[in-house]
Nanobody, 115 residues
Framework: QVQLVESGGGLVQPGGSLRLSCLAS????????MGWYRQAPGKQREMVAR???????NYADSVKGRFTISRDGAKNTVFLQMNSLKPEDTAVYYC?????????WGQGTRVTVSS
């Protein structure tokens, strides 16, 4: 059974940083493409960052140069380092993996960027 558990969200001032974690069980984070998505109030869920099983990454234009996705196979965890945060980054952030045509999501972690 695949489970994803996000953590690390919180309240941060504009310009600040946070690091989100996604602890996976039931799969190896090195063996699948893993992604971070976010959903702001009243908006659709959008892809933020993605890392393939080969280690290549891609980012939404809105976060390029500010966010970095990475993984630690020993901890079976995927990270999202978020720097230079802006109020428009406020959202619930979700970890995602697809296996055998099934998408799995964590429960989400809330990020609020406000002064």
């Amino acid at each position: 059974q695949v489970q994803l558990v996000e953590s690390g969200g919180g309240l941060v001032q504009p310009g600040g940083s946070l690091r989100l974690s996604c602890l996976a069980s039931g799969i190896s984070v090195n063996g699948y493409a893993m992604g971070w998505y976010r959903q702001a109030p009243g908006k659709q869920r959008e892809m933020v960052a993605r890392i393939t099983n080969y280690g290549s990454t891609n980012y939404a234009d809105s976060v390029k140069g500010r966010f970095t996705i990475s993984r630690d196979g020993a901890k079976n965890t995927v990270f999202l380092q978020m720097n230079s945060l802006k109020p428009e980054d406020t959202a619930v952030y979700y970890c995602n993996v697809a296996r055998a045509a099934t998408a799995y999501w964590g429960q989400g972690t809330r990020v609020t960027v406000s002064s």
